[in-house]
């Protein structure tokens, strides 16, 4: 049900509201990723952006920007198609 939800979201909602939670759930999904969170911060982050594209979105390019910076420090090429995906998530973002 969550994809459907932040589908709907992202195509019909309002783009000028934002979520009231976004700060707040931004900071525990870079917890998260970074293995410093409890388990209650990780349910609530999961159930959170199961139905808010808004934080899901926050979420994918949080998540793609530690897997770059994870293979650029091993010396990996991205494909063009990445690093331009990640780029567009980051305008989508701020």
Partial sequence: MGKLMRWLGRTFGDKTKRCPEEEH???LVR???DDESTQEDNDYVLKH???CYQCYDNYDVER???EVVQKK???VKLPVEVVTEIRQKIE???
């Fill in 73 to 75: 420090g091993k010396n």
């Fill in 64 to 66: 793609a920007i530690r």
């Fill in 92 to 94: 989508v973002a701020k």
């Fill in 49 to 51: 952006i199961d139905g």
């Fill in 25 to 27: 759930c931004l900071e």
């Fill in 31 to 33: 917890l998260m990723l």
